[in-house]
């Protein structure tokens, strides 16, 4: 399989599925006929490049290129995965899908993002029914994993799974959808709360900040890592879910929401909502608030992976997918990342305490590759780092683009010593040095002692190809900034 994604309809949407693909290494073809197209999708990558590595503590693959045609057949002609994205009308999207498959492979998946047709009306009139699945998205895509996949009763399922297989080879999460329903599940949701958002808006009893705020510092935060239900099974206390159905489920007959009526759309009440989100968030562009909604993804996506919950453990098992063995070479590169949000402090550059992490990813990097690796710290074997030298030579801001190279200056017997230099990646500026001493242990006595064979040859093999280029340049004293 070729990997060749095709975007059809540049919007917010499209614009961040196109950026998604080629990050994850695809070349991507956009057709779009709006003239601002390229300029519109070309800022929505920028922000996609800044955030996105920024999840990863591994090198994200190569980028892949994206193109703009402005014919469709040439588009999607030969791609792999085609994402349809254009605008929720159904007569505009039967027309296109219609167009995609007179032009396509039969063997190409064909994704739509819509957010409230059902496969089988998108379906409807379709050369092959069952190529047609629908990939629901959230935005950013970019960002949030979530894909809505609904097949539909006409499913051709070697297309459906070659769908699940390429999200997940990107980093998303495919949901299977087993049943048609308007709107799919997550919209479902939203829309409740959208209803009873403008309920209490219309009535007076909260305005647009208030709404936002008893969601962003309340429940929001306990469903972007337990969801729905598992946030109740614990609200339930010992005697778990039952005991919360029982407790609250008499509640259910109480007049406390109007899900099922919707107060008059009027232009009163669009001006209304209107006003109290400007004076909300108008202070901000879009584009601004764009970056700080990235911002908080990031450090919200990376503190779950910390703890391998969630759309963290999605992210880490995504991760171990991109992680490249090191090969002997002088020096070795030990490390390639983005510098994340969550790694700044106060003055806007990378905290002191970062350098120590990434120093400690370099030298983890090593031991993986001389085979003192998860395995063989089980049988209860490690190095234990003794002593280290940081010197911060140069700022290290958000964002940037950091590699860092390592070179073994002594490996004898129970002893290993590590040279690392972390460089800025654009211009190979050295930005801080770690000498590193550590010493081989058995963590049954906690107390010094050999190698075993197989990781002492290891390390002896690359202090003989380190030994004469080893030392590196002599540490620069801290420049003037």
Same mark, same amino acid.
């Given at each position: 399989? %070729?990997?060749?994604?095709?975007?059809?309809?540049?919007?917010?949407?499209? @614009?961040?599925?196109?950026?998604?693909?080629?990050?994850?290494?695809?070349?991507?073809?956009?057709?779009?006929?709006?003239?601002?197209?390229?300029?519109?999708?070309?800022?929505?990558?920028?922000?996609?490049?800044?955030?996105?590595?920024?999840?990863?503590?591994?090198?994200?693959?190569?980028?892949?290129?994206?193109?703009?045609?402005?014919?469709?057949?040439?588009?999607?002609?030969?791609?792999?995965?085609?994402?349809?994205?254009?605008?929720?009308?159904?007569?505009?999207?039967?027309?296109?899908?219609?167009?995609?498959?007179?032009?396509?492979?039969?063997?190409?998946?064909?994704?739509?993002?819509?957010?409230?047709?059902?496969?089988?009306?998108?379906?409807?009139?379709?050369?092959?029914?069952?190529?047609?699945?629908?990939?629901?998205?959230? *935005?950013?895509?970019?960002?949030?994993?979530? $894909?809505?996949?609904?097949?539909? &009763?006409?499913?051709?399922?070697?297309?459906?799974?070659?769908?699940?297989?390429?999200?997940?080879?990107? @980093?998303?999460?495919?949901?299977?959808?087993?049943?048609?329903?308007?709107?799919?599940?997550?919209?479902?949701?939203?829309?409740?709360?959208?209803?009873?958002?403008?309920?209490?808006? %219309?009535?007076?009893?909260?305005?647009?900040?208030?709404?936002? *705020?008893?969601?962003?510092? @309340?429940?929001?935060?306990?469903?972007?890592?337990?969801?729905?239900?598992?946030? #109740?099974?614990?609200?339930?206390?010992?005697?778990?879910?039952?005991?919360?159905?029982?407790?609250?489920?008499?509640?259910?007959?109480?007049?406390?929401?109007?899900?099922?009526?919707?107060?008059?759309?009027? &232009?009163?009440?669009?001006?209304?909502?209107? @006003?109290?989100?400007?004076?909300?968030?108008?202070?901000?562009?879009?584009?601004?608030?764009?970056?700080?909604?990235? *911002? *908080?993804?990031?450090?919200?996506?990376?503190?779950?992976?910390?703890?391998?919950?969630?759309?963290?453990?999605?992210?880490? &098992?995504?991760?171990?997918?991109?992680?490249?063995?090191?090969?002997?070479?002088?020096?070795?590169?030990?490390?390639?990342?983005?510098?994340?949000?969550?790694? $700044?402090?106060?003055?806007?550059?990378? %905290?002191?305490?970062? #350098?120590?992490?990434?120093?400690?990813?370099?030298?983890?990097?090593?031991?993986?590759?001389?085979?003192? &690796?998860?395995?063989?710290?089980?049988?209860?074997?490690?190095?234990?780092?003794?002593?280290?030298?940081?010197?911060?030579?140069?700022?290290?801001?958000?964002?940037?683009?950091?590699?860092?190279?390592?070179?073994?200056?002594?490996?004898?017997?129970?002893?290993?010593?590590?040279?690392?230099?972390?460089?800025?990646?654009?211009?190979?500026?050295?930005?801080?040095?770690?000498?590193?001493?550590?010493?081989?242990?058995?963590?049954?006595?906690?107390?010094?002692?050999?190698?075993?064979?197989? $990781?002492?040859?290891?390390?002896?093999?690359?202090?003989?190809?380190?030994?004469?280029?080893?030392?590196?340049?002599?540490?620069?004293?801290?420049?003037?900034?």
């Amino acid at each position: 399989m %070729n990997k060749i994604a095709a975007i059809v309809g540049g919007g917010v949407i499209g @614009g961040g599925w196109a950026a998604r693909f080629a990050l994850m290494g695809w070349d991507v073809r956009v057709f779009d006929p709006d003239p601002e197209a390229q300029r519109k999708i070309g800022e929505v990558v920028a922000g996609a490049e800044r955030a996105l590595p920024m999840l990863y503590d591994a090198p994200m693959p190569a980028r892949g290129t994206i193109s703009f045609h402005t014919d469709l057949a040439e588009a999607v002609a030969g791609a792999a995965y085609i994402q349809e994205s254009v605008p929720e009308r159904l007569e505009l999207k039967h027309k296109v899908l219609a167009a995609i498959q007179a032009a396509c492979s039969p063997e190409s998946v064909i994704g739509s993002s819509t957010s409230g047709f059902k496969p089988s009306e998108l379906q409807q009139g379709a050369a092959r029914p069952g190529q047609i699945v629908v990939a629901h998205p959230f *935005n950013p895509v970019y960002l949030l994993p979530l $894909v809505e996949l609904v097949p539909g &009763d006409d499913a051709d399922e070697p297309i459906f799974e070659q769908a699940c297989d390429i999200l997940r080879a990107i @980093g998303m999460y495919p949901l299977h959808v087993q049943a048609e329903i308007d709107a799919h599940i997550a919209d479902r949701f939203l829309e409740a709360v959208w209803r009873e958002a403008l309920w209490l808006v %219309n009535d007076g009893i909260a305005t647009t900040e208030q709404i936002d *705020n008893a969601i962003r510092y @309340g429940f929001g935060l306990r469903w972007a890592q337990m969801g729905l239900f598992e946030t #109740y099974r614990v609200a339930g206390g010992e005697a778990g879910m039952r005991h919360f159905m029982e407790q609250f489920g008499p509640c259910l007959k109480w007049p406390w929401t109007k899900l099922m009526d919707v107060p008059e759309f009027t &232009d009163e009440l669009v001006d209304l909502i209107a @006003g109290q989100s400007d004076a909300q968030s108008g202070h901000m562009s879009i584009r601004q608030l764009e970056r700080l909604r990235d *911002n *908080n993804l990031v450090a919200m996506l990376r503190a779950l992976k910390g703890q391998e919950a969630a759309a963290g453990k999605l992210i880490l &098992d995504h991760e171990a997918t991109m992680q490249q063995p090191l090969v002997d070479e002088v020096p070795l590169i030990t490390v390639r990342r983005k510098v994340p949000v969550d790694w $700044v402090d106060v003055n806007g550059h990378m %905290n002191e305490g970062r #350098y120590g992490q990434v120093f400690s990813d370099a030298s983890e990097a090593v031991m993986t590759h001389v085979g003192a &690796d998860r395995a063989y710290i089980a049988a209860g074997h490690s190095y234990f780092t003794a002593e280290t030298s940081i010197k911060y030579l140069a700022e290290t801001l958000v964002g940037e683009d950091i590699l860092v190279e390592t070179r073994v200056t002594l490996g004898d017997g129970k002893k290993l010593r590590l040279w690392h230099e972390m460089k800025r990646a654009a211009d190979g500026e050295m930005l801080a040095s770690c000498d590193q001493f550590l010493l081989h242990v058995s963590l049954a006595t906690r107390r010094s002692c050999p190698p075993l064979a197989d $990781v002492r040859d290891a390390v002896e093999r690359l202090a003989r190809l380190h030994a004469g280029a080893s030392e590196g340049p002599a540490p620069r004293a801290p420049r003037d900034i």
